[in-house]
């Protein structure tokens, strides 16, 4: 088990640009979280899967963010016309359930996108 | 709205010594509370763990309680180390263990 694992790693990206992070969990865990975190804050929560169900968005989600699971695996988080409001660190965690919850997260090392 | 308070953001400690860090919050009752701990453009590690009906609990040098009335709980490092110089979270979270609600962290500097 390597843990959570993140790509890339960094992203600087130009104003208006597409840019998609991928997120593999550890391998049993079944819940799988997305944080984004700004200098000097904690991380906000963003969104989680069950599986490969989407149950809660933040309404920090903007329509210009789509995150989706295949099959319960890994993820990947979309952001869409980037602005530089979106600069940041995007922690991805995961962790597992089962009826009466696990709720450590783990979290991978994060994404930094720079949008110029 | 939730509001999830971390006393102080730096905290400067001699080795040896033991940290103490404080977490409040309003507005929410938890099914129970976290702490990581978190490296420069590093992500969060989960360190600790404690439940509504749980008072206190340890793992090696760390203790962490957790007072639901006074809704607050503290983080003790015991015989602090420059290694533990790091930043600090408190989470909260629900009874169904989705979202956490993170603190902004309080840094704490353990000098030699």
């Known amino acids: 088990d390597t843990g959570v694992s993140q790509n890339p790693r960094h992203k600087i990206t130009k104003r208006g640009q597409n840019v998609t992070f991928r997120c593999d969990p550890i391998?049993?865990?079944?819940?799988l979280y997305w944080y984004r975190q700004t200098l000097g804050q904690g991380p906000e929560f963003l969104t989680y899967?069950?599986?490969?169900?989407?149950?809660?968005k933040s309404r920090l989600l903007s329509d210009r963010f789509s995150a989706e699971r295949p099959k319960g695996s890994f993820s990947t988080l979309e952001i869409q016309r980037t602005e530089q409001g979106d600069s940041a660190m995007y922690l991805c965690?995961?962790?597992?359930?089962?009826?009466?919850?696990?709720?450590?997260?783990?979290f991978g090392p994060g994404t930094r996108l720079t949008v110029t | 709205s939730q509001k999830i308070e971390q006393n102080s953001e730096a905290l400067n400690i001699q080795e040896g010594k033991t940290a103490t860090l404080t977490c409040n919050y309003t507005?929410?009752?938890?099914?129970?509370l976290q702490w990581y701990r978190q490296d420069p453009g590093r992500g969060p590690v989960f360190l600790l763990l404690?439940?509504?009906?749980?008072k206190e609990k340890r793992k090696e040098r760390l203790k962490v309680t957790f007072d639901t009335t006074l809704k607050q709980s503290l983080f003790h490092i015991t015989a602090s180390q420059p290694a533990d110089t790091a930043t600090y979270l408190c989470?909260?979270?629900?009874?169904?263990?989705?979202?956490?609600?993170f603190g902004k962290g309080t840094t704490l500097s353990v000098s030699s």
């Open positions: 404690i439940r509504e009906n749980e």
């Open positions: 507005n929410y009752s938890p099914a129970y």
């Open positions: 899967f069950q599986n490969e169900a989407q149950l809660e």
């Open positions: 989470a909260l979270g629900n009874q169904a263990g989705t979202a956490l609600i």
């Open positions: 391998s049993e865990h079944n819940r």
């Open positions: 965690a995961s962790s597992f359930s089962s009826g009466a919850s696990s709720y450590e997260q783990y």
